[in-house]
């Protein structure tokens, strides 16, 4: 396990995690989601089904729920970026990891977003836009003083390096 | 800019000035007259379509209850409606036409104005062009017209097509376009070319019954044959007409469209030209090529043709999926050793398949039974290169400064191999370069050397009015000299 966390290790100083009312938040959209529609189906087929049906679909439901539960802690906690010098490295995932580097010569544009229920709980979404579409690096769960000071940080040595398209 | 000489329209000023004005503004010019012919003749299937819908509505909806069902008189007013229907089209036709025009105004920019109801004023900025097209529909062929479509660099709607212009002065802009572009003076316009490749039509009916669509094409109807014979059914039948239909057409859709294929080389880049029934012609500026893919499938092999997909920045852009004719494609087929060689001329030293392969270790064997002995990247001084495939081998070839940025994945089976997969992302279009299967520790350190890479060679780059650059090795010359870019 040590050598595979190698693989996707910062290289120097250590990642900089994301806040942990990501998770929450998360979860909150998760339980949201999934409790009613695993309740309406326990109900709809308790009163047309023989009883183990609605029995079945809320133990695989909460089964789901608590994996669910467990698997956002851990994917939220594998956020994680590291500034260096000439580019930023954004890593996340478990079980398939990813592990994105951009140089700050390339980025072309960096979006903050957050919706309604990001704005509740007070994290945003910082992400990073290059001229290729697959380039894809997202930090969500920043703080948002956090996130605007990485956006500036970014749009500072992005027009330093950037000599053109 | 006052000139002392009258900015004639178009392309009549043969006088000569010493002086190097870059910008010369052109008075605005309308299109060919008979734009509003080719728009006329390309609306009557529509026309005969609505015609026929209002014929037989009416027709079998009032008429054809009573006892003498007025058939002239139905066929007349059929007749009659289309005309009055062709005359609006003709009349807006005509409107549109008149007020479309285009020019160069003093800043070197090129303007169109155009709308009937709205006014429309767009100005590209030729300092971003990317690509200029000439093509000829079929319609346009037939009376000798052809359009030019001019497209920068920028997202949504970059580009402007003129219809109609004749041939010559449709060759003649697009000169003029790229050379203004390339910082020359406008009327130096014809660049000379001469063609490198042509694709001998023999061998692009060939390359294509050869292609692995095709191929699994046969054997899929190979098979169905043997199930439609031995049971007899119609649904073998059915299946018959889809497995062997859609292969031919996309071969046959091929054929069309990468007839007579050439390219030529000329100082504002290399010119693609190809097509059956409509003509496409396309330039690709130096410099703005972001990767190459050279592909061969299965049965090329015995005669080692290859096929080249490149991506240019701004067209084949996944979110514009209206994009035109052979965009992306460099070569459709030739021999290894011409591709290269026409490859060297877009991406100089880049035509080489010589690189010290990294090869995927071989327990990968499990995980990509098929392909795992082609899996391999490579680093030279000037680009990254990745090696996959099987059946259709792909060669993926990015120049450093192109680099994005750079991706390392690894799934739970990836893990379990201590492999991982290293991805360069470029510009959208054909090309992806992917470096499957890697060792996890050779991969980590081919992504952060990659990205290494990628930050140096960003200070090399060029100007965008490549006409005017300087030598890569010599430093820039100072502020001010240097044209104002992008």
């Known amino acids: ?165 | 800019m006052s000139e002392p000489s009258p900015p004639s329209d178009g392309d009549a000023s043969p006088v000569e000035v010493a002086a190097p004005a870059l910008e010369v503004a052109t008075s605005p010019t309308h299109t060919h007259p008979l734009t509003v012919l080719v728009t006329v003749m390309r609306s009557i299937p529509a026309l005969l379509a609505a015609g026929l819908v209002l014929v037989l509505q009416s027709g079998l909806g009032d008429v054809v209850d009573e006892i003498d069902v007025n058939v002239l008189g139905v066929v007349l007013g059929g007749i009659a409606l289309l005309l009055v229907l062709g005359a609006v089209v003709a009349g807006f036709a005509y409107l549109s036409w008149s007020r479309l025009t285009y020019y160069f105004d003093d800043s070197g920019d090129l303007r169109v104005d155009s709308g009937v109801l709205t006014k429309k004023q767009r100005r590209l900025a030729l300092s971003r062009l990317q690509a200029v097209d000439v093509n000829q529909p079929l319609l346009a062929r037939v009376v000798g017209m052809a359009e030019v479509k001019v497209e920068v660099a920028g997202t949504g709607d970059s580009r402007v097509t003129l219809q109609y212009l004749t041939f010559a002065r449709a060759q003649a802009f697009r000169n003029e376009v790229l050379a203004r572009a390339a910082g020359l003076r406008p009327d130096v316009s014809t660049a000379p070319q001469n063609v490198i490749v042509t694709v001998p039509t023999g061998d692009l009916l060939l390359s294509l019954l050869l292609s692995s669509t095709t191929l699994v094409g046969v054997v899929a109807t190979v098979g169905i044959v043997a199930i439609a014979v031995l049971s007899e059914g119609a649904i073998g039948l059915v299946a018959l007409l889809i497995t062997g239909g859609v292969p031919i057409f996309a071969a046959f859709g091929q054929f069309v469209r990468f007839f007579g294929f050439t390219v030529a080389e000329s100082p504002d880049g290399l010119r693609l030209r190809s097509g059956l029934t409509s003509t496409q012609a396309q330039t690709v500026p130096p410099g703005r090529v972001h990767a190459i893919e050279f592909e061969q499938p299965l049965l090329w092999r015995r005669k080692d043709w290859v096929r080249v997909q490149i991506t240019v920045a701004g067209a084949g852009g996944a979110e514009d999926g209206q994009q035109s004719g052979t965009t992306g494609t460099l070569l459709p087929v030739a021999p290894r050793p011409v591709a290269e060689s026409v490859v060297d001329r877009v991406l100089p030293g880049l035509g080489t398949m010589d690189y010290e392969w990294v090869p995927a270790p071989s327990r990968v064997r499990v995980r990509a039974p098929w392909q795992w002995r082609n899996l391999a990247t490579a680093a030279s001084e000037t680009a990254f290169v990745a090696r996959r495939g099987r059946i259709v081998r792909r060669v993926a070839v990015v120049p450093h400064a192109r680099t994005q940025s750079v991706h390392l994945t690894q799934g739970p089976w990836q893990r379990r191999l201590d492999v991982a997969t290293v991805r360069v992302d470029v510009a959208p279009g054909p090309v992806s370069v992917l470096g499957l299967h890697q060792d996890a520790a050779t991969a980590r350190a081919s992504v952060d050397a990659q990205a290494q890479r990628a930050h140096a060679a960003r200070q090399l780059a060029g100007p965008d009015r490549w006409m005017t650059a300087p030598p890569p090795s010599t430093p820039p010359p100072p502020e001010g000299l240097t044209p104002a870019s992008g």
């Open chain 1, 1 to 165: 396990m040590s050598a595979v966390d190698g693989v996707f290790a910062p290289p120097s100083e250590d990642w900089v995690r994301v806040s942990p009312k990501l998770i929450t938040a998360r979860r909150l959209v998760l339980s949201v989601v999934l409790v009613p529609v695993v309740l309406v189906l326990a109900l709809v087929t308790a009163f047309t089904a023989p009883g183990w049906v609605p029995a079945t679909i809320a133990a695989v439901g909460l089964a789901v729920l608590v994996w669910a539960w467990w698997l956002i802690g851990r994917r939220v906690r594998s956020y994680g970026y590291c500034e260096r010098a000439d580019d930023l490295l954004v890593t996340s995932g478990i079980l398939f990891r990813r592990l994105v580097i951009v140089p700050y010569g390339r980025m072309q544009l960096v979006d903050v977003t957050a919706g309604p229920i990001d704005r509740s709980f007070g994290i945003t979404t910082v992400q990073l836009h290059t001229a290729a579409a697959t380039s894809d690096a997202a930090i969500p769960g920043l703080a948002p003083d956090e996130a605007a000071a990485l956006r500036d940080r970014l749009s500072a040595v992005g027009e330093q390096r950037s000599a053109g398209l």
